[in-house]
């Protein structure tokens, strides 16, 4: 667990050494905070909730994150550092690991800086501040699974910029995957895959968390869809570590 | 035997990289690994280092299994890739510091573990610069410092000369013959003059395959030239 740590705390200085981390903030709460108080019409609508910040959030990142993992092990390959980290005593579920909750730990700390929404909605109103804790244990599970996604596709190629519009693709597919356009497609022709195309939605199990439900079936969602992402993003590592 | 290399081989797809490749290295060795450019050396190297999974054959660091006991072995292993690789905006002294926490040292441990690698690489003039910023001869020495940090019994240096002006060749030269009473230390270099200066023993690989292992003085003998240079163009360009 030691070196997880280690890893994770190189990565995450590695952010701040270069502009990605202050583009990827500063870029994250401006977009935010256009969407929220202009699409999602939060003063009109007159609710003490953060409802319309939740709503844009899960679209947010999956534009952003992957721009957050694309360099994850694309650059390590493409400058060769990436024999220089697994040459160290480490094994590759660590440096797996360490990469990801780096990354995670990033999104965390942009998503602890959209604290003004929490404190202008209470300022003018009464929100259930539960309701607005649960939808941020979502935002950042929304985030965990598209980062294990990320992660998986830099791991694919030595390029960011195909590494980044995988995931954004991917990514895309499990956001809408319970959406009427991709469900009622599948009913029509596999009504097999209909199903498991609701049940593996990542919006839809976070818009429980923005309704303030916190389900252990939901939890174990997440936790295993990260877990599935992380495995093939290690066996991944290894196929294509020395190409 | 500190370095055991039994049947090694790489294939990929129809192409053999490395084929069978076996040899030991003990204590105070130094073995020159020299061979054409693609020959199979960085391969080699790669796989001792257990970065790159043989297709058949083991290798073996103080007795633990690159593959099977892959972290035991790696510790007892200083490696520096080809080209010595390292995070370009990463300072000097803070990449080292990575480096040796990795390694498990912590404290007034590691402060004296990165003091020392510094020392012996010369590094102190630069050390928070970003590596970015430094020229090919101090960064090829950062590879070299990441490398000697825990003062491992094992290291295989991927061309540690490479990109050094000629005083700077010399002090490496002079650094591991300093180094070499304790350790097996392998280098592979093109630089046949230092196989002279520094090598006990050398290994030249073509084709992947070993064409010959031997002293330099040995070498020398099997061409009338006397000369090493003459040695390895008779070999490594017979047709195999």
């Known amino acids: ?243 | 035997m500190l370095i055991e290399i039994d049947g090694l081989t790489k294939r990929f797809g129809s192409f053999t990289a490395v084929d069978r490749v076996s040899f030991n290295v003990a204590r105070g060795e130094v073995l020159g690994f020299l061979g054409p450019n693609g020959a199979g050396k960085s391969t080699t190297m790669r796989m001792l280092a257990g970065f790159m999974i043989p297709t058949t054959g083991t290798a073996r660091i103080c007795g633990h299994d690159v593959q099977g006991d892959g972290v035991a072995a790696r510790r007892a292993l200083g490696f520096l890739p080809e080209g010595a690789p390292t995070y370009p905006e990463m300072t000097v002294s803070a990449f080292l510091t990575f480096c040796a926490k990795i390694r498990g040292f912590a404290a007034r441990d590691l402060t004296q573990r990165v003091e020392r690698a510094v020392g012996l690489t010369r590094l102190d003039s630069v050390l928070l610069q970003p590596v970015e910023t430094l020229s090919k001869g101090f960064k090829r020495r950062v590879g070299l410092a990441q490398a000697l940090l825990h003062d491992p019994p094992v290291l295989v240096l991927d061309e540690p000369t490479d990109g050094l002006d000629p005083n700077q060749k010399h002090e490496v030269r002079a650094l591991i013959a300093q180094m070499a009473p304790e350790k097996a230390i392998v280098i592979s270099t093109h630089i046949l003059e230092e196989v002279d200066a520094v090598c006990s023993r050398a290994i030249i690989i073509a084709a992947g395959r070993v064409v010959a292992d031997a002293t330099p003085a040995e070498l020398q003998a099997r061409h009338p030239s006397g000369k090493l240079d003459d040695v390895f163009r008779q070999m490594t360009t017979e047709p195999v």
Not at chain 1, 136 to 142: C, E, K, T
Not at chain 1, 180 to 196: G, H, K, M, Q, W
């Open chain 1, 1 to 243: 667990m030691r070196n997880v740590f280690i890893i994770a705390g190189h990565e995450l200085s590695g952010y701040f050494a270069t502009p990605v981390a202050c583009v990827f903030i500063v870029i994250f709460l401006v977009l935010q905070g256009a969407l929220t108080f202009n699409l999602g019409g939060f003063f009109d609508r007159g609710q003490a909730d953060l409802n319309p910040f939740f709503t844009f959030i899960p679209w947010v990142f999956l534009l952003l994150v992957p721009a957050i993992t694309m360099r994850l092990w694309a650059e390590e390959r493409r400058l060769g550092t990436i024999e220089l980290l697994l040459t160290l005593p480490i094994t590759q579920t660590q440096a797996v690991l360490g990469k990801f909750l780096a990354a995670w730990a990033f999104c965390a700390i942009a998503l602890v800086l959209t604290f003004p929404f929490v404190i202008t909605v209470n300022i003018l109103g009464n929100p259930d501040n539960g309701v607005i804790a649960s939808g941020y244990v979502g935002a950042l599970l929304v985030a965990g699974a598209f980062l294990s996604v990320g992660a998986a596709m830099s791991a694919l190629t030595k390029n960011q910029v195909i590494a980044f519009v995988l995931a954004v693709a991917v990514c895309f597919v499990f956001a809408v995957a319970s959406y009427p356009v991709v469900t009622d497609f599948l009913s029509r022709n596999t009504p097999v895959l209909a199903e498991i195309a609701r049940r593996i939605a990542v919006i839809d199990r976070y818009q429980d968390f923005t309704r303030g439900v916190v389900s252990v079936r939901d939890l174990i969602f997440f936790a295993t869809f990260i877990g599935f992402w992380l495995f093939l993003n290690a066996v991944l590592v290894e196929q294509r570590k020395a190409d």
